[in-house]
C-alpha cells in the first residue's frame, strides 16, 4: 500500500527516511497480527491441556494420591483452580501473565520467568553464533559453487547438502562428539564449563565450538541452496550480462553485479527458516546439555510441566515473528524496490 | 558475439553468451546435472530395495531368538558372526532391533504422511474452490501455525497426550498439512479459471460435483506427491521426538529411541549399538529423500528453482 516513492533530488533526505517510516508502520502492522497470532496459540494451547487426559492434581500428588484423603484431593484441586472452566483457568493465567507472572515451573521449583531469564542468554548465545556461521558458510560455498555451474565446487556443495538435508540434527551432534570429543579429544563433549572451574570466555569458546557449528550445518543446506540459485538468477539479469559485455573482470561482475541482487531473497530465507533453527537449537541443547531454555523445554514435555511449556511455546513464537520482521525491515531498508505491504 | 549485438539486447542470443570460463547454460553442465539425477535415483533404489528387503524379512528370519530376548551372557558384544551388527547393553541383537525399528519409523512415517495429506489436500481445496473470506481466514492460519515451530509444538502434544501412539501421528500430521495445503490451494487457484471449470459450472454442476469430480481429480498428483515429500520430515520428526524421550511408548523400539538409548554407549567404545540405527536411519531418509526429488522432477519438470515445492 504505501510504497516509498523516490522523490526527486530537492528532498534529499526523502527516500531514506520515507523508507524508515514504511519500516515502522510495517512493524506496527505485524504488532497488530502478533498479539491476537499469540493469544490464538495460548488459548488453544489451554484448550489442548484442558482435553488432555493428563490431569495435575496425580501430579502435584505423585503415589500418595491412593492414600490421599477424598476431601484433601478435593481441597487441593479447588486451591489449584482444577475445577475452573477451562476459559476461567485461561483467563487467571493471562491476568498473571499481563501482570509479569508466568505462574510457578514445577519441573524446576521456580519462577517461570526466572527460569527463562536464567536460560534464555545461553540459548540466544548458541543460536546467534550457529546462524551467523550457517550464513557466513552458506554465503561462500554458495557464492563459490555459483561462480562456475557444473564445476567440481559446485558439484561437491550441491551433493553435500542434499545429503546434510537428510542427516537428523541430533545424529549430527552425537557424530560431532563421537568424532571431536571421544576420538580425538580435541573439545569438550557438552554443557558450557569444565567441572572444577568457573567460567571463563576462553573456556565458553571452547564449549560453544561445537554445538554452534552442529547448529550452522544443520541449517546449511537450505541457505547453501539458495544462495546458489539466487545467484544463478542474478548472473542470467540483463545488468550483468551489460556488465560483462563492459568488460568488467569476473570477480566484480559476480560480486559487485550478481550478488547484491542474491542477497535480498537471501535475507527473506533466512528470516522464514527461523522455525527450522529453533528445531535445531532445541535438538543440539539436548545432544551437548547445553543450559538453555530448548533443553528447558525437553524437560517441561517430559515432567508436564504445563506454565513453563506454554511459556516457552509462547517465547518461540514471539522469537520467529520477531525474527521474520527483521528480515523484511532489512530488505526494505536496502532494497529500494521493495514495497511495505504485508 | 557480433552476430548478437545485432539481435534485441534483451531476449535471444546474448543472453546465451558467456565468456571462456563459464559453462553453456544446455551444455556439460546441464548433462552433468541430468547424469547425476539418474544417478541419485539408481542410489537411493539401490539403497532403498535392498533396506525394504532387510526391514521385513529378517526379524521373521531371525525367529523370537533374537528380537527382544535378553541375554545377559552376550552383553555389548562386537560385530561378529553370531550377530551381524553386535549386541546392546540387554544382549539384543543390535541389527534385527534396529530393523524392528526401522519398520516402527516407517509404517508411522507413512501414517503421518497420509493423515498430513488428506487434512491439508481437503483445507486446501475448499479454501481455494471457496475463495473470498473462507481463503483469506485459512490462509491466516495456515500463516499463523507456521509460526510456531513445528517441534515445539509436537513436543507440547505428545507431553499432554503422553505414551500413545495417536498422539505421535497427530503431532506429525498436525504440524505438516500446510505445506499440502499451500501446494493444493495453489494448484485450484490455477484450475479453476480452466474452461472446462467453466463449461462444468455452466453446465449446472454444483460446488460440491465441480470439487469432488473436476478440481480433487486434477490436484491427485500434486498431493501425492506432497505426500512422498513428506515421508523424510515425518520420520525425521518422529525420530526426534522418539530421541527426547518424548515418542513412542518403550514397548515400541523406534530407530530413535535406539539412538538415544546407546548414547552412552559411545563414550564406553560399543559404537556398533549407535551405528546400526543410525545408518539405517540415515539411509532410509535419503532413500526415500532421492527417490522424491526424482519423481518430482517428472512430475514438475520446469520447476522454477531448485527450492520451489
Sequence with gaps: MVAPRVRASKEKAGPREGRLRAAGRMALRRLAVAVPLLLAVSGVVFALGAASPFDPVYQYYGTRIFTAAEADVARTRAELGLDEPVWQQYGHWLNGVLGGDWGLSRSYGQPVSDVVAERLPWTLLLAGTGLALAVLIALTLGVASAWRQGGWIDRCTVTMAHTLEGLPTFLLGLGAIAVFAVAMPLLPAGGVSEATGTATVASTIRHLALPALVLAVAQLPWLILTVRQQLLVALSEDHVTAARSRGLPERTVVLRHGLPGALLPFVTTVGTRLP??????????????????????????????????????????????????????????????????? | MGEAMGESVTGGRLKEWRPGGRRRPGGAARRGAAVSARARVVASAAVLVPLVAVVAVLPLVA?????????????????????????????????????????????????????????????????????????????????????????????????????????????????????????????????????????????????????????????????????????????????????LGLGLPPHLPSLGTMVADSRDDVLLGAWWTIAAPAGLLVAVTLAVAGLAGWWRDRLVPRRRSELAL
Design chain 1, 276 to 342: 527450522e533453527l529453533v528445531t535445531g537449537v532445541v535438538l543440539v541443547e539436548e545432544v551437548f546439555s547445553w543450559p538453555g531454555v530448548a533443553g528447558a523445554m525437553v524437560r517441561a514435555g517430559l515432567n508436564v510441566d504445563f506454565p513453563l511449556l506454554v511459556a516457552l511455546t509462547l517465547l518461540a513464537t514471539g522469537a520467529v515473528l520477531v525474527g521474520n520482521l527483521c528480515a523484511d525491515i532489512a530488505v526494505l531498508l536496502i532494497d529500494p524496490r521493495a514495497s511495505a505491504n504485508g
Design chain 2, 63 to 243: 525367529g523370537d531368538a533374537a528380537t527382544g530376548t535378553v541375554d545377559y551372557d552376550a552383553v555389548r558384544l562386537a560385530p561378529g558372526t553370531g550377530h551381524l551388527m553386535g549386541t546392546d547393553d540387554s544382549g539384543r541383537d543390535v541389527l534385527v532391533r534396529a530393523a524392528l525399528g526401522a519398520r516402527v519409523s516407517l509404517v508411522i512415517a507413512v501414517a503421518c504422511a497420509v493423515a498430513a495429506t488428506v487434512l491439508g489436500t481437503v483445507v486446501g481445496a475448499v479454501s481455494g474452490a471457496a475463495g473470498g473470506v473462507i481463503d483469506a481466514t485459512v490462509m491466516r492460519l495456515v500463516d499463523g501455525l507456521n509460526a510456531v515451530p513445528h517441534l515445539l509444538l509436537g513436543i507440547l502434544i505428545v507431553a499432554l497426550y503422553r505414551g500413545s501412539l495417536v498422539a505421535v501421528i497427530a503431532s506429525i500430521a498436525l504440524t505438516h498439512w500446510t505445506t499440502v495445503a499451500r501446494i493444493v490451494r495453489a494448484e485450484v487457484l490455477s484450475l479453476r479459471s480452466r474452461p472446462y471449470i467453466d463449461a462444468a459450472i455452466s453446465g449446472g454442476a454444483s460446488r460440491l460435483m465441480v470439487l469432488t469430480r473436476h478440481l480433487l481429480p486434477a490436484v491427485a498428483p500434486q498431493a501425492a506427491l506432497a505426500a512422498v515429500l513428506l515421508l523424510p520430515h515425518a520420520v525425521w520428526h518422529e525420530t526426534a521426538l522418539s530421541f
